[in-house]
């Protein structure tokens, strides 16, 4: 792989910079914190104007097209702003689960309403744990009438409250797990919300006999919906390393134009081996993300590499942020202080889509298999 970018990535890069620093600052992230989607749909919208929500998305299925490394290097951009991460949910998730598995009448006006941003569906998967690659037993699919019924709970669902739909994962009697498109108004749908420490809203959702038409569901099998979520955790992975730079470079900015002892406390020998450490860690993340989003673009699914992926930015961001936390002070834990909205996502960030015990079970038994390489 070669790591210097192109003249088209960097063009993306630096335009995607641009816009986020006018459309988004952190004052409007602050307005999300208090006021929800409805401070960041418009920006969203925008986002879909400009083609950039379709990165990654194959041009017959209506997309822009370009690789999953331009699409990584997008979110790295969007990291960096601290930009929700509905594109990561709706488009690499649930998006690009249509493209590869549903059909084409499932995919008519849906991708195009995804793609512009005026459309949002939410994946829903997950029971108690994060921590398991198996199907969740935490929703039932019984067959009834030529339809399908649907009943149990599920946990932990991003954009709930603006989803035109859910894209729910349901165990059938026979064991089998098959993902359903469900009108998130259908009757026996209901939700209670939960506040994070970034103070993002989640729901948890419970389903009691939703009936669900045989052409709401999609084609295909559990394994096709991982390998989709191998590539959207390449993506969460490149958020989390914009973030990490972030912080990075204001810890940096901070320690130099912050005097004590009549000198800028980055002349301290501890604060600079702390920031060299961070530095290390980021430049670690970038360059295992990247690589992991060129592997996943040129060569096909590797679930391996995305696990490292996700595990190494994940981590990177709470230390990194933690760090810059330590080089601000006292500073850091104050609400006027832009640092500490980066800390308080750090750690959730390490749970989006799957946790990090789970990124390592995956990580050695691949080496367990293949045989460790050193």
């Keep these: 792989m070669n790591f210097e970018l192109n003249d088209e990535q960097r063009m993306l890069t630096d335009s995607a910079r641009r816009f986020f620093e006018r459309e988004f600052p952190l004052k409007r992230l602050r307005e999300f914190e208090v006021r929800g ?14 083609g950039w929500l379709g990165i990654g998305v194959p041009e017959d299925a209506g997309g822009a097209g370009g690789s999953w490394l331009d699409l990584e290097l997008f979110a790295e951009e969007a990291g960096r702003a601290l930009v929700p991460t509905l594109q990561i949910t709706s488009i690499a998730l649930a998006g690009q689960a249509l493209v590869a598995m549903g059909t084409s009448a ?3 006006h849906r991708m195009a309403e995804l793609l512009a941003g005026r459309r949002v569906i939410a994946p829903a998967w ?4 994060h921590a398991s690659r198996e199907p969740t037993s935490g929703l039932r699919a019984t067959a009834s009438d030529g339809r399908v019924v649907l009943d149990g709970k599920l946990r932990h669902v991003d954009a709930f409250a ?6 729910v994962a349901a165990r059938a009697d026979d064991g089998s797990v098959t993902l359903h498109l469900l009108d998130r108004s259908a009757d026996g749908i209901s939700a209670s919300e939960t506040t994070l420490t970034s103070l993002e809203r989640r729901h948890d959702v419970e389903l009691r006999g939703v009936a669900c038409s045989a052409d ?3 084609p295909g099998d559990w394994g096709a919906w991982l390998r989709i979520a191998d590539g959207a955790k390449i993506i969460a992975a490149g958020w989390a390393v914009g973030a990490t730079r972030a912080a990075l470079e204001r810890a940096v900015a901070y320690a130099k134009e912050r005097y004590q002892f009549d000198r800028p406390i980055g002349s301290f020998q501890a604060v600079q081996h702390r920031l060299a450490d961070a530095a290390i860690l980021t ?14 673009g040129e060569h096909g699914h590797h679930d391996r590499e995305a696990a490292m992926a ?7 961001m709470r230390l990194v942020s933690n760090a810059a936390v330590l080089t601000h002070g006292g500073y850091g834990f104050m609400e006027e202080f832009d640092i500490q909205l980066y800390v308080r996502r750090a750690k959730q960030y390490e749970y989006l889509i799957e946790d990090p015990t789970l990124q390592r079970e995956l990580i050695a038994a691949q080496d367990c298999e293949d045989g460790i390489r050193i």
């Design 37 to 50: 989607w409805d401070a960041f749909l418009p920006v969203y919208q925008q986002m879909g104007e400009l």
């Design 106 to 108: 499932q995919r008519q």
């Design 126 to 129: 997950l029971n108690d744990s």
């Design 162 to 167: 603006i989803a035109a739909e859910l894209l």
């Design 216 to 218: 709401a569901t999609l």
């Design 283 to 296: 430049e670690q993340a970038t360059a295992i993300t990247r690589f992991a989003a060129w592997q996943h």
């Design 310 to 316: 996700k595990l190494v930015a994940g981590r990177a």
